[in-house]
């Protein structure tokens, strides 16, 4: 019952966002302060992603001195056994919302993936100098994607990976790959971000009676 | 007595040193305060104990005294201790800090303890915290505060603190003493979330916390200025603009947020400004802005500036032009004209100004303007067409009006009629003046005669250094408005020429015109004093006119300030139209200086200064004087003339022998009265060194003896002689004239020239050489001497002729020689007196 719900106020307010000239609709029976209140978290969430995505190249200048590593370079599949050994996870798989991957999954997806580069950036920027903005971004975004959570009254888990990269990272070969994963794989989800927000924006859930 | 105190010092110091070591090294007293830091002012409350086993009170009456840094305090033993115990009040602390000592006394005192006592203020509450969040690389949050009025006069330390409610984090930054402003660096806030941030001041006395704020750090950005990417005119819509644009490059991840927008569009020519911003808000930099309700075919410079919520705006961007779309002009034009010629054949000339009316839109850039005596538009009756703002034409035979339209790209406007007035000769308008109100603006007013057909007024202005009819101005106003003010980029010191004219129902009647500044100062220069009559005790200066260039105002006085060595300083003001000044009362023989100076309404100028004397004559007597005294003295020679011809003997006896020229003199005929009279002074006038260049006089061989005390023979007595005597060989050295041989005449006589019956003749020989008066004359002196007895031959030439020969002819009559030669008889005169 819940999730229908949930899913006309995100299709309303993130239509309304990203079209400026739409009428905003809200659903009779949902407190308004709540709609203000997700729109305007998903708008910052959506403000963030961007902001990751612009600081993304300056952190990876700043801290990938290995030549040929580059954010555009094909070596992320030549890293495999790397990303095995050090122990990145890969992020959290983020689909166009649908019946099977619903929107609280789709929340859910998108709070564990912050969380995750969060502490990955975390772990990499003791020993890294040119992280801690980027960090910093990504503890916003999480704030606001939990912002978004509570306006939605979503209840996500907080599931708090044991990551300890910092134990495997040996030596400085090993900090430049990790934080050059990390930062690839961070950009990718922040793609995979914004494609989630366009397709959550366009997503009509179907009526329940039409089950 | 030095000795002994010194001693016992000694000795104290040594049962000090030897209790510390006894007992661990205690002091000997021990004082306790009320507080060792207090508010300033107020009172401090102190007790000194000494110990018992101190050495310097075992077995003796003790005595403590209190110092406060140098000073005594006044104190009082407390009862019942054995004087061991002192107590002190300082009812008022006025230090910042300061010791207080608990002493004894002995031959002088003894410092026991001492404790530092300080004093202040506790802090006050921080104001005015304010924070501005950058958002370019890197972002912080700069917060900053004022401490407070009063100076605390104790180490306060500011904590700055923030609580981020969203991510329930909690920071707390330690400041730097005496820097009120903080830089919280990224991690410290969150970009989308509100922060409560204080500063808390804390010191010995209290501590005091600041008002807080709580904003959210984006809303506090001043952004950086925005870029108008393009302003383009909005296709089939007139009077819109669409405007693209941008964040900076660093900010344009906030491309999504909406943002406000404030737009300023003004025209580019500056005609018509729109100061007034236009808000837009919630707008986003991904689309665009349309701005309406501008002016058609105008071409409009814009600017933007951007601000999140409520943070301070940003910059204004820079200026981008773009150009509405344009549509045919309309409104219609004033119009004001100037009609001359000959009316009674009705030839006229035109002179038509206009200009766009309050409801006049150009609706377009490239506007010219076209007069027809034809309403309907064509080629066909028009008389004029300019880009202007007048044009001059001669009005078509029986026309009495013309249309005035103004055409673009576009198309042309309705057309505006001119009825054409002629000129009355009919003067209602009196007392223009004209008051300048600030650089722009200039009060325009005047008096006129009411008049039945009198329908309004015309106010032209014009720069009178510009002769251009394009910067004629002209303004309208109705019958019952005598004032206006008119407003034109009026330079400062520059002349404008300001004419009212009255309209009547038939015609235009006479203006009056006057000249008028915005602003005024002294003259560039002051023109020069020329003196133009000098009388006998007054003069008369004029001055040539100042450029009106150079005026910078309206001459108001031209004043000439004059003295002479001596007296006071007088002043004359002159006639302002005349330009002359006539100065009297002067004294003669007296040198005056004088100088002018030139007044605007603006300032004044002084010009140099002249020198100059008053003659003790008129010259206007000089002037009716001479010319009688010619027209007498003309007179006076006629009858002269007249009277020598009459008798002309009389009139050479007096006048012609002023030279004596020997070729046509007689010597007889010189009588000694006649060289005493005129004879010397026409001499000297005009000495004949030809004919008697050289003149020596001679004695026989026998009366040598004698010249040596003759005078006559004397250089130095011979002056009256000129030349001739001057250069006698006489004198040594003598060079003679510029010719190395002297024509010259010795007159060779062997007695007095006054002795009846001379025995020996005399004898001229004529000479010419450089060595005269040696024994023999050269072959060409003389021959003889032809007029010598010539008595009444004066009208035949005379001359020194050569000699046939050389033997010098005898005169046949010496006597009447010495009488025609003065100064052979006074020569024969001192002879006999000798004798």
Not at chain 2, 205 to 220: D, F, K, M, Q
Not at chain 2, 807 to 830: K, Q, T
């Amino acid at each position: 019952m819940v999730l229908p719900t949930v899913a006309a106020l995100l299709h309303c307010f993130l239509l309304a966002d990203l079209i400026q000239s739409a009428p905003t609709i809200s659903p009779a029976n949902w407190p308004a302060d709540s709609s203000a209140a997700l729109r305007a978290a998903a708008e910052r969430v959506k403000t963030l992603v961007e902001k990751i995505l612009r600081d993304v190249p300056a952190a990876h200048a700043a801290t990938v001195t290995i030549e040929g590593l580059t954010l555009d370079s094909a070596h992320t599949t030549n890293l495999q056994m790397m990303v095995t050994s050090l122990g990145i996870p890969a992020a959290p798989v983020l689909k166009p919302p649908s019946e099977r991957f619903t929107l609280d999954v789709c929340m859910s997806r998108m709070s564990a993936g912050s969380r995750l580069y969060q502490r990955l950036l975390g772990d990499l920027s003791d020993r890294l100098s040119g992280l801690s903005d980027l960090q910093a971004d990504l503890r916003d975004l999480q704030t606001h994607i939990r912002k978004m959570e509570e306006a939605a009254h979503l209840d996500v888990a907080d599931q708090n990976q044991s990551l300890d990269l910092a134990s495997r990272l040996h030596s400085n070969y090993e900090l430049q790959v990790a934080a050059h994963l990390t930062l690839t794989q961070l950009r990718s989800f922040s793609h995979d971000l914004i494609r989630s927000l366009r397709a959550v924006a366009t997503y009509r859930p179907q009526p329940a009676g039409a089950r | 007595m030095i000795s002994t105190s010194m001693s016992v010092i000694v000795v104290l110091v040594a049962l000090v040193n030897g209790a510390r070591n006894e007992d661990d090294i205690q002091p000997c007293a021990k004082i306790q305060t009320s507080s060792s830091v207090v508010h300033l002012g107020s009172p401090v409350t102190a007790s000194c104990v000494i110990r018992e086993d101190c050495p310097l009170v075992i077995g003796r009456a003790v005595h403590i005294l209190w110092r406060l840094g140098d000073r005594f305090l006044p104190s009082s033993p407390v009862a019942n201790e054995s004087g061991r115990v002192s107590e002190v009040v300082i009812p008022s602390f006025n230090h910042t800090r300061e010791f207080l000592t608990c002493c004894v006394r002995t031959s002088t005192y003894q410092v026991l303890e001492g404790v530092e006592i300080r004093a202040g203020y506790p802090p006050e509450a921080p104001q005015n915290l304010s924070c501005q969040t950058n958002l370019t690389t890197p972002n912080t949050l700069t917060c900053s505060w004022d401490p407070g009025q009063q100076e605390t006069l104790l180490d306060t330390e500011y904590t700055l603190h923030t609580e981020i409610r969203d991510s329930n984090e909690n920071h707390t930054y330690e400041l730097l003493p005496g820097v009120h402003r903080y830089t919280i660096p990224r991690y410290g806030f969150v970009l989308f979330s509100d922060v409560k941030i204080y500063v808390k001041a804390v010191n010995e006395l209290g501590e005091a916390t600041s008002a807080p704020i709580i904003l959210e750090p984006v809303s506090s950005a001043k952004f950086d200025p925005p870029t108008i990417l393009k302003i383009q005119a909005v296709p089939k819509r007139y009077g819109c603009l669409k405007l693209s644009w941008s964040l900076s490059q660093q900010q344009v991840w906030m491309r999504n947020l909406q943002l406000n927008l404030e737009v300023r569009l003004t025209t580019a020519d500056s005609s018509q400004r729109r100061e007034q911003p236009i808000l837009v808000n919630r707008v986003r930099p991904t689309r665009s802005v349309d701005r309406c309700r501008l002016l058609h075919g105008t071409q409009y410079l814009a600017q933007i500036r951007v601000r999140y919520q409520q943070s301070p705006w940003s910059e204004w961007s820079s200026s981008q032009s773009g150009v509405t779309l344009e549509s045919a002009p309309t409104g219609r034009l004033d119009s004001w004209m100037r009609v001359s010629g000959d009316h009674m054949n009705k030839q006229h000339n035109i002179l038509l100004f206009w200009k766009p009316s309050k409801q006049f839109r150009a609706n377009g850039q490239n506007v010219s303007y076209i007069v027809s005596v034809k309403k309907q538009p064509g080629e066909d009756g028009k008389v004029c067409s300019t880009m202007g703002n007048y044009c001059t034409f001669q009005l078509p035979g029986g026309a009495k009006k013309v249309y005035l339209s103004a055409v673009n790209a576009a198309g042309k406007s309705s057309p505006t009629e001119v009825r054409i007035y002629l000129p009355k000769a009919r003067a209602v308008i009196s007392d223009v003046t004209v008051i300048p109100q600030d650089d722009r603006s200039l009060l325009v007013q005047w008096r006129s005669l009411l008049s039945s057909s009198l329908t309004g007024f015309v106010v032209e202005w014009s720069p009178l250094l510009q002769t251009d009819l394009f910067f004629t101005q002209f303004e309208l106003t109705a019958r019952n408005q005598t004032l206006l003010v008119i407003t034109d980029s009026f330079e400062p010191y520059k002349p404008y020429g300001i004419s009212v004219y009255p309209r009547f129902k038939d015609g235009i009647g006479l203006p009056q015109t006057v000249n008028a500044y915005s602003r005024q100062k002294a003259p560039s220069m002051v023109p020069k004093i020329q003196i133009k009559k000098i009388g006998k005790s007054h003069v008369e200066f004029t001055w040539d006119e100042i450029p009106l260039n150079q005026r910078n105002g309206i001459i108001q006085n031209y004043k000439v300030f004059y003295c002479d060595t001596k007296g006071p300083i007088s002043v004359v003001n002159a006639d302002l139209e005349k330009r002359r000044v006539v100065l009297r009362d002067l004294n003669t023989v007296s040198l005056y200086e004088a100088f002018m100076m030139v007044s605007t309404f603006g300032g004044s100028l002084n010009g140099s200064t002249i020198h100059f004397e008053i003659d003790s004559f008129d010259t206007v007597a000089v002037v009716a004087i001479v010319p009688v005294s010619v027209i007498g003295l003309f007179f006076m020679v006629i009858f002269i003339a007249m009277t020598s011809f009459s008798n002309n003997k009389r009139l050479k006896g007096h006048f012609w022998p002023a030279v004596p020229d020997p070729a046509n003199s007689s010597i007889k005929r010189w009588t000694s009265e006649s060289t005493q009279g005129s004879h010397l002074s026409l001499d000297n006038e005009e000495p004949n060194p030809m004919y008697l260049s050289h003149l020596s006089f001679l004695d026989d061989p026998v009366k040598l003896s004698k010249e040596d005390d003759d005078p006559w023979l004397s250089a130095e007595d011979t002056s009256d002689l000129g030349e001739s005597i001057c250069g006698s060989p006489f004198i040594p050295g003598y060079s003679g004239s510029n010719s190395d041989s002297v024509p010259y005449v010795t007159v060779t006589f062997s007695g007095p020239c006054s002795s009846p019956t001379p025995k020996d003749p005399h004898v001229y020989l004529r000479s010419e050489s450089t060595q005269p008066l040696l024994e023999t004359e050269e072959s060409f002196s003389p021959k003889c001497y032809h007029n010598i007895a010539s008595v009444g031959m004066q009208s035949e030439q005379r001359f020194f002729g050569p000699s046939h020969d050389s033997v010098p002819e005898r005169v046949a009559d010496p006597g009447i020689l010495c009488d025609d030669f003065p100064f052979l008889r006074a020569l024969s005169l001192r002879h006999t007196e000798i004798d």
